[in-house]
């Protein structure tokens, strides 16, 4: 496999060295991987800290900056980060007024994130912490007890970001991240496997001519695979899982994400689709996202998201962010 990299050892470094000569608004530790705004701690507002395995980008630290993320500690690729990455996290943008620990549910984030929230507890720092596990795909998958967190980050992430930014307290924001999370479900398709730097190599095998339905954003397994369908097949068969265990009475937000490797031309046309099978079911849509947002190194393929909404929450999503990832309003 042919990687725009040096060595697969520094890959990570590398990255984060780009990322702060592309965005010196952020303040970017490449040695003990923390990324943080470099405004932070922003007096009376909750800190919001993420993040993950790296090969995701640009979640998590691409989405750093006003009305979303306060820092990110990204790992090494598809690993957990550590938790002294997290402390030193949570003390960089700990104004006093507390930190949110946003975790996806992979087994070892969550252990790490736990370690992390009592040691800043010991250190003074007031600690809530919200798990994301929006995937209907399955249940406790490799790396997962329970339902994987993905697509529903993004939205947990700005709402909450919102909340903070408008100096909402610790436990309300907690409460909205909580209340992002639940009404939000994910499903994830691949049409090829991802390779990691280390690897160099497909990580599992998808024969030509077929696709996984459900696919995790480390490549773990879907629910099935199928000879490959057209975009309105798959989208009728992403919506139809997100939709039956949701059940939305109010309008969604809606995230059309890219797995890495495909094009935009072929996710606006997947997007078209997927609004087609919600027009038939009666969904509601209030905004929509396209885009790589959380993906999965070169992997082909896409993820649905669908959060439902009410006025507050749509507030919050419209609320100003300013992020190498995510910006509007301002």
């Known amino acids: 496999m042919k990687m725009l990299i040096n060595v697969p050892e520094t890959v990570v470094a590398d990255a984060l060295r780009g990322l702060a000569a592309a965005h010196p608004e952020l303040a970017v530790d490449v040695e003990n991987r923390v990324v943080v705004r470099r405004d932070a701690p922003v007096a009376g507002q909750v ?9 995701h980008e640009p979640l998590h630290g691409g989405f750093v900056g006003p009305g979303m993320l306060s820092a990110a500690c990204p790992g090494e690729v598809f690993t957990s980060p550590v ?14 007024a507390g930190v949110l620990f946003i975790v996806k549910n992979y087994t070892g984030d969550v252990l790490n994130f736990d370690m992390a929230a009592e040691m800043a507890e010991d250190e003074g720092i007031q600690v809530a912490k919200v ?9 406790d998958s490799l790396y997962t007890a329970g339902r994987r967190g993905t697509g529903a980050t993004l939205f947990v992430e700005k709402i909450a970001g919102a909340a903070a930014a408008e100096g909402m ?47 995790g954003i480390h490549g773990e397994p ?32 809606v995230l059309v994400n890219g797995m890495g490797a495909t094009p935009l031309l072929e996710l606006y046309g997947f997007n078209a689709e997927v609004h087609r099978v919600l027009a038939q079911r009666g969904v509601p849509v209030a905004r929509v996202l396209v885009g790589n947002y959380v993906t999965s190194l070169d992997m082909a393929g896409a993820s649905l998201t669908l959060c439902q909404v009410d006025e507050e929450l749509l507030r919050l999503y419209d609320a100003p962010v300013k992020t190498p990832g995510l910006r509007w309003g301002v």
Do not use: Y
Request: hydrophobic share 40%.
């Open 222 to 253: 879907g629910r099935e695979r199928r000879a490959m369908m057209t975009s309105g097949e798959i989208a009728e068969a992403a919506v139809e899982a997100v939709v039956e265990d949701l059940q939305p009475r109010n309008p969604v937000l």
């Open 169 to 215: 307290p610790l436990e309300r924001v907690e409460a909205i991240a909580r209340q992002v999370n639940e009404a939000s479900r994910s499903f994830g398709i691949a049409l090829s496997a991802c390779s990691t730097p280390a690897k160099g190599s497909p990580t599992f095998d998808l024969p030509p001519g077929e696709l996984e339905l459900g696919i």
């Open 83 to 96: 938790p002294d990455q997290m402390l030193r996290a949570a003390a960089a943008v700990d104004s006093g």
């Open 47 to 55: 800190g919001l800290v993420s993040g993950g395995g790296s090969g």
């Open 131 to 139: 798990l994301v596990n929006d995937d209907v795909a399955v249940t």
